[in-house]
């Protein structure tokens, strides 16, 4: 109302649910003040012009100014906004957001003479809000970056929190409701604390794998970019390629073993996405990429899913591809699949390993990674929260 041509948005999870309530909101705000609704545009919407959709709001200002509800749609890529508030965080697809409502803010707000106010804030300015919810979740990640911005940089980021006390004490909530409810031995504590205690969880309740247990053995700091155990008979490296074409990525996992005491120990050392953009999606170019891995870390086996898409990956692998710079890529073979031994070729190193899951092996497979994961034989990357605030102690970062 404030601020001219200035375009806002509320990103809903649900927009049929986030337009019913916008309307009882803005239609409570017009009751109390009401001549805030005279500074909208003349409509046929009880005299002023607002859209109330049954998936969309639209609120039409006489100062060129607009506020909607959105949804993190791909029919929502291209339009423009100043600032966003992205409702129920813990609910919204991060890829989503970061892809399609982001990208919308990278125009600033324009004054009437079209130029860009260089002491306005205001422009690109994002508001999370959310109940609490998992750890392992988009919401608890933006909301330690926005943490660690607001130390960093107080005058561009802050975090405000508040439990069910707060709410209750300004008659807003009834609290015997609340306590009953805390009482009640049908309602879920984890839900309870998330809800109204404003506590995020470990992991979901439903979690096969204890999250605190995982964090604990996130201990590795650098990643390896290079095989950095040549010479040592007891470590060796392996790779897993889990596979993606159109609407998943194809991920490589790198893996160190190193074997004590005749116990394999694995570290998660790196990982790499494949095929982020539509042109290195091809099998070819993704099966150059895993070959210059395989140059790279020199690993005893490289085990590709080869169920369904998989193939398509495999029968690259076992072919001779030329790199962008015109530089011939060799052929690998499989060790495992009698298939393939038949057409690959006989001089290709045999270190493919082809997996096809089923529902016996599934099971044994899960059992075995939680045994070890749970024992501790396997450790992980660090965080990327701890990592950057690894990097910003020190003197470079």
């Known amino acids: 109302m404030f601020l001219p041509n200035h375009v806002g948005s509320i990103v809903a999870p649900n927009k049929a649910q986030a337009a019913k309530i916008s309307r009882q909101k803005i239609q409570e705000i017009w009751r109390i003040w009401p001549l805030l609704k005279k500074e909208l545009e003349a409509g046929n919407t009880d005299g002023v012009h607002a859209n109330f959709g049954k998936d969309y709001v639209e609120l039409f200002f006489k100062n060129g100014s607009k506020l909607s509800v959105v949804g993190a749609l791909d029919s929502d890529r291209g339009i423009r906004t100043h600032a966003t508030l992205i409702d129920e965080a813990r609910d919204q697809d991060g890829d989503a957001i970061a892809e399609i409502i982001l990208p919308q803010m990278n125009v600033s707000r324009r004054m009437a003479n079209g130029l860009v106010n260089p002491y306005e804030k205001i422009n690109t300015q994002v508001i999370y809000a959310t109940s609490a919810g998992t750890k392992a979740s988009f919401a608890y990640e933006a909301l330690m970056d926005t943490f660690e911005k607001a130390i960093i940089d107080p005058s561009t980021s802050f975090c405000i929190g508040l439990d069910y006390r707060i709410p209750a004490q300004h008659g807003l909530i009834d609290?015997?409701?609340?306590?009953?409810?805390?009482?009640s031995p049908a309602y879920n504590e984890t839900t309870f604390a998330a809800e109204?205690?404003?506590?995020?969880?470990g992991g979901s309740e439903e979690s096969w794998f204890n999250?605190?247990?995982?964090t604990k053995y996130r201990k590795i700091k650098n990643p390896e970019w290079i095989q950095k155990f040549k010479d040592d008979k007891n470590v060796f490296y392996l790779i897993s390629v889990d596979v993606g074409r159109l609407h998943d990525q194809t991920v490589a996992c790198i893996w160190r073993v190193n074997v004590r005491e005749n116990k394999y120990f694995s570290t998660l050392v790196n990982l790499?996405?494949?095929?982020?953009q539509a042109e290195t999606k091809t099998f070819t170019q993704q099966a150059i990429d895993v070959k210059k891995l395989i140059e790279i870390y020199a690993p005893r086996e490289v085990v590709i899913d080869c169920n369904g898409l998989g193939v398509g990956l495999a029968d690259e692998m076992i072919r001779t591809q030329f790199d962008e710079n015109g530089q011939e890529v060799p052929a690998y073979g499989f060790f495992n699949n009698d298939d393939y031994k038949k057409i690959q070729p006989k001089d290709a190193p045999q270190i493919l390993y082809s997996l096809k899951a089923n529902g016996p092996l599934n099971?044994?497979?899960h059992g075995n990674a939680y045994?070890?994961?749970n024992s501790g034989m396997v450790r992980f990357l660090i965080?990327?929260?701890?990592?950057?605030?690894?990097?910003?102690?020190?003197?470079v970062g």
């Open 196 to 201: 109204y205690l404003g506590q995020w969880l």
């Open 383 to 395: 965080s990327e929260q701890d990592a950057r605030a690894a990097l910003l102690a020190t003197k």
């Open 211 to 214: 999250f605190e247990k995982l």
């Open 272 to 276: 790499f996405v494949l095929g982020r």
């Open 363 to 365: 099971s044994k497979i």
């Open 371 to 373: 045994s070890r994961i």
């Open 175 to 183: 609290p015997t409701y609340v306590r009953n409810l805390k009482l």
